[in-house]
């Protein structure tokens, strides 16, 4: 990916693939909504596991590495809820809604 | 403490602001000028419409219609900056072929010729060039039209990505109907004319930058076809049509409802959208509505047509899944509501920021 | 078809919808409040609202925790990414938020080097990476993201990378909402609770809600239909006299939270005496900053920053906003000085807050519309 030049100044020639500001969401978005102040986090499966972390895939195919080492351990399989690249909750069933049954505790 | 307004002049007050032509005021462009949205609009209307000002630029719709010697002409041009050059479903010598051939087929004009200016990065391969010019040529063909003439500009290394490419068209309209807003009418149905947001999405997933496998593939096609077949199942009963690129859908709903000054209301569950792209927008956080398309147009037909123009363009290969997604009402003027799959609803304003720039 | 499918279904909204309404004391007006961003956007994505009776309004509370960092402490960002040899990174949400002079994105354009990251992690990567600079991750967040920051500190440490460093701006939710609660304005009835947040610090910390203030407090899942059911509860509470902390959202939030995300939390980070609020003002103990064990990591001590409180307008009424005492529309500012283009407080900054959402959805997002088409 071709480095877009941001302004005369800038002539660096590293062609890494620096995440360019191009896809900067809008700051909390009318229509997107903001992915922390929306508190945002993905239920994932395990695929595999290395040491204090796993490599994750969600219902859509696409796969991340995931710092699991919050939660108790896992194996493939296992669903976790992850936020920020950290599995935050280890989910007991799937994840996804399930009949409203009862509240609280 | 007593509220300087009621709540009714406060709202009074914004829809006057949004009424009014928007003052261009940045001291710089940025990428949000280029989005199709509102900074778009405040570009167009605000810097570059003043300084032009002429009677054939005024409505700025998809085409510029003109009247030669009694012969009526569409004319328009379109600039494809996209990056990345090629991804799933086309490349952008298809698209700067099919963009302009649509914006003639939208403004009911059968597509005639094209011309083709090439800006090209010092560097660029020659088997790249080769590709898209081969893929320009096909376009052409499939599309019904030629590229007639043309231009090649070579830049320094780093002073554009890789190539440019800024196609115009010519059209011709040999039939009576008048299409622009001012014909859309509380009463009109309005039709997609197939499944929303597949091309944004592929052009996301091919920067690469998210982990995200998914098969979906841009829309890129020409449309004239089935424009063709819509205007003679119709006639003067087809009010207006837009093609739904930079801003989506929801951009073109709020564009005509401001223009004619009527009301658009949708279900969310009549708008075609694949799986795929529902779900890739999730994660991606972009919802399909405002995501840029290069192959589908919305129309506004009268409601006793609506039929006769469903099964027009589902007879063409272009409309195989086009559907009636909503009406237009005399409440609220301006403005675009939707029925959110809910069953409650949501407000539709036009694209604000740029979510995903240098879509075309 | 999916099964969140279900959980976004009409039918069983109206139902529930209809089941809510009979719970409402005639003539009497509830404000339930939520603190939670997710909750404000599924509120207008799906239409929530349309669902309850006129009587019931959802009251948009302090959700964003990016839109409440002051204008100073951005400042203080763009002053350490300008320096030779750093690179900044943070999450996409923080590029646009304005600070006194310009945002990231502006100091990016300008020529500072600041890159956009999906997790503190990926910054560590950048440092590794790149060992002959300084890499500083520009915290934000909630106590959801907290962890990961904590857990990106942990590894920096084992590692032994000494290149990077985080400037800390995350802000805990407990505080904010005592603030509104501690108001002599008050006039919420219930709370919709945080949920990610929960499954962190889990449902504890929200009893003194509902035990010294008499307020219930249900933690609600971000489904439309975890909406509403958490709303029936809250009514539910109301018509029996009951004042408890419940929750909805149990596939995924445990009552006791995660102790190990906690523990990390505690060990990395330390309560700042006082942290402000753009909008609220100045709050105690609501904000975390490194703790000494892990000084060695703390922007702030690496790098001089300017440290400028620039306040908000004396215009700005976004307190009053958030507390739920004055509508958007009735703040002097809302629709001329302060448009979501030109934002002056935290209300409109984020699309999230009251203002920005009243704006761009009017009128109509208060009326009950319902649309056959």
New interface residues.
């Given amino acids: 990916?071709?480095?877009?030049?941001?302004?005369p100044?800038?002539i660096s020639i590293d062609r890494s693939?620096?995440?360019s500001?191009?896809?900067?969401?809008?700051?909390?978005?009318?229509?997107?909504?903001?992915?922390?102040?929306?508190?945002?986090?993905?239920p994932l499966t395990v695929i595999t596991t290395d040491g204090s972390d796993a490599r994750c895939r969600?219902?859509?195919?696409?796969?991340?590495m995931v710092?699991v080492?919050?939660?108790d351990p896992v194996v493939p399989g296992d669903r976790v809820?992850v936020?920020?690249?950290?599995a935050?909750?280890k989910?007991?069933?799937?994840?996804?809604?399930?009949?409203?049954t009862g509240?609280?505790? | 403490m007593p509220a300087q307004f009621t709540e009714h002049e406060v709202g009074e007050r914004i829809e006057a602001m949004r009424r009014r032509r928007p003052r261009f005021i940045d001291e710089r462009i940025t990428m949000a000028h280029g989005a199709g949205g509102k900074a778009s609009r405040a570009l167009v209307e605000g810097l570059i419409v003043p300084l032009l000002e002429n009677e054939t630029l005024a409505p700025l719709s998809d085409a510029a219609l003109l009247n030669v010697g009694g012969v009526r002409l569409a004319f328009t041009t379109d600039g494809f900056v996209v990056r990345p050059i090629r991804f799933p479903g086309g490349s952008i010598g298809e698209l700067a072929v099919n963009g302009t051939v649509n914006d003639l087929a939208v403004s009911g004009a059968r597509p005639v010729a094209l011309s083709a200016a090439l800006i090209l990065e010092e560097g660029l391969p020659a088997e790249t060039l080769r590709e898209e010019i081969k893929a320009m040529g096909d376009a052409a063909t499939a599309g019904g039209v030629s590229v007639s003439t043309g231009d090649t500009k070579v830049v320094e290394r780093g002073s554009c990505d890789s190539m440019y490419i800024v196609t115009t068209g010519i059209g011709v309209i040999d039939h009576d109907v008048i299409l622009t807003p001012q014909r859309v009418r509380p009463g009109d149905k309005v039709l997609v004319s197939g499944t929303i947001g597949d091309h944004g999405v592929a052009i996301m997933l091919a920067r690469g930058e998210l982990d995200i496998e998914a098969d979906v593939s841009s829309d890129t096609q020409p449309l004239w076809s089935m424009v063709d077949r819509l205007i003679a199942a119709c006639g003067s009963q087809l009010h207006c049509m837009r093609d739904a690129t930079r801003g989506g859908v929801a951009t073109v709903l709020n564009e005509i409802a401001l223009a004619a000054e009527v009301g658009v209301v949708i279900a969310e569950d009549r708008v075609p959208m694949r799986p795929e792209v529902i779900g890739a927008g999730e994660i991606l956080g972009i919802d399909p509505l405002w995501v840029a398309n290069e192959g589908k147009l919305v129309a506004f037909v009268a409601a006793e047509a609506a039929g006769a123009a469903l099964a027009a363009m589902r007879s063409d290969p272009a409309g195989v899944q086009a559907a009636i997604i909503g009406e237009v009402r005399e409440e609220p003027p301006g403005r675009v509501l939707s029925k959110t799959t809910f069953g409650g609803h949501r407000m539709i304003d036009m694209l604000v920021g740029d979510p995903l720039p240098r879509i075309c | 078809m999916r099964f969140v499918d279900e959980f976004r279904n009409a039918d069983l909204a109206e139902v529930l919808g209809v089941e809510i309404t009979a719970l409402c004391e005639p003539g009497r007006h509830y404000k339930i409040m939520e603190v939670c961003g997710g909750h404000t956007h599924t509120i207008y994505r799906y239409g929530v609202q349309d669902h309850l009776p006129e009587s019931i309004e959802l009251v948009h509370g302090p959700g964003c925790p990016v839109c409440v960092i002051p204008m100073g402490r951005v400042d203080d960002g763009i002053a350490i990414a300008k320096r030779d040899g750093v690179i900044l990174t943070c999450f996409g949400d923080m590029m646009r938020v304005p600070g006194g002079d310009g945002s990231f994105l502006d100091a990016n354009a300008a020529g500072a080097d600041i890159r956009m990251v999906y997790s503190p992690l990926d910054a560590l990567r950048i440092a590794r990476e790149n060992p002959t600079k300084q890499v500083v991750f520009y915290a934000i967040g909630f106590e959801t993201t907290a962890p990961s920051t904590a857990l990106t500190v942990l590894r920096a440490k084992q590692l032994g990378v000494e290149n990077f460093s985080v400037f800390c701006n995350h802000v805990t939710i407990i505080p904010a909402i005592k603030a509104i609660l501690d108001s002599p304005d008050l006039r919420l009835d219930a709370f919709l609770g945080p949920g990610h947040v929960s499954t962190v610090i889990g449902c504890r910390p929200y009893d003194f809600i509902s035990r010294q203030h008499g307020k219930p407090l249900v933690c609600a899942g971000f489904e439309p239909l975890d909406l509403l059911q958490s709303v029936y509860m809250i009514m539910k509470q109301l018509k029996e006299g009951r004042s408890e902390v419940e929750n909805q959202y149990g596939r995924v939030v445990d009552w006791d939270g995660n102790p190990r995300a906690l523990a990390i939390m505690n060990d990395v980070f330390a309560l700042r005496p006082f942290f402000e609020w753009r909008g609220l003002g100045s709050i105690a103990h609501s904000a975390l900053q490194l703790s000494d064990r892990y000084a060695d990591f703390d922007a702030e001590l690496r790098f001089d920053v300017p440290g400028v409180r620039v306040a908000d307008p004396k215009a700005c009424q976004c307190g009053e906003v958030l507390k739920g005492v004055l509508k958007p529309w009735e703040c002097k500012v809302f629709g001329t000085a302060c448009t979501p283009e030109t934002p002056i407080g935290t209300c409109m900054v984020s699309s999230e807050g009251a203002c920005a959402a009243y704006y761009n959805y009017g009128q109509y997002a208060k009326q009950r519309i319902h649309l056959e088409v």
């Fill in positions: 990916m071709s480095l877009v030049p941001m302004s100044v800038q693939p620096r995440v500001f191009d896809s900067v969401p809008e700051v909390c978005s009318v229509v997107e909504g903001c992915i922390t102040c929306g508190d945002v986090a993905v969600d219902d859509q195919g696409r796969e991340e710092a080492e919050l939660i809820l936020h920020a690249g950290v935050i909750e989910l007991a069933g799937d994840g996804l809604p399930q009949p409203a509240s609280g505790e």
